[in-house]
């Protein structure tokens, strides 16, 4: 069992930066790949980022490419992503996943093994 909790959501404006933060739980945690995902109510959840706890694979989808950062943390197992010049059409639950054994790449199609329990962030214009 993995336990994710994330951290860090929260009302900005447009243009503003934002830091999410996840903090994983859990048995052989560091045979785990990490990721962000979105999801905005009415739409299926969007692939954000992903890494290997040695941040040594790092991969990023097309949403927020350019505009987000993603770090782990492996002797803390948290994993982190910066968001910079958000826009109104950020606005979502941003969700932390792990899957086991597996590259950055694949968390972009491999349905996640784990997820958090997703923080609220929202842009204004």
């Known amino acids: 069992q993995v336990d994710l909790v994330e951290s860090g959501g929260g009302m900005v404006q447009a243009g503003e930066s934002l830091r999410l933060s996840c903090a994983g739980a859990?048995?052989?945690?560091?045979?785990?790949?990490m990721a962000w995902f979105r999801q905005v109510p009415g739409k299926e959840r969007e692939f954000v980022a992903a890494i290997s706890w040695s941040g040594e694979d790092t991969y990023y989808g097309d949403s927020m490419k350019g505009r987000v950062s993603i770090s782990a943390d492996e002797p803390e197992y948290t994993v982190t992503l910066q968001m910079t010049s958000l826009k109104p059409e950020d606005t979502a639950v941003y969700y932390c996943?792990?899957?086991?054994?597996?590259?950055?790449?694949?968390?972009?199609?491999?349905?996640?093994?784990?997820w958090g329990q997703g923080t609220q962030v929202t842009v204004s214009s």
């Open positions: 996943a792990a899957r086991a054994l597996v590259a950055a790449q694949d968390m972009s199609s491999l349905a996640p093994h784990y």
């Open positions: 859990g048995r052989f945690m560091s045979s785990f790949t």
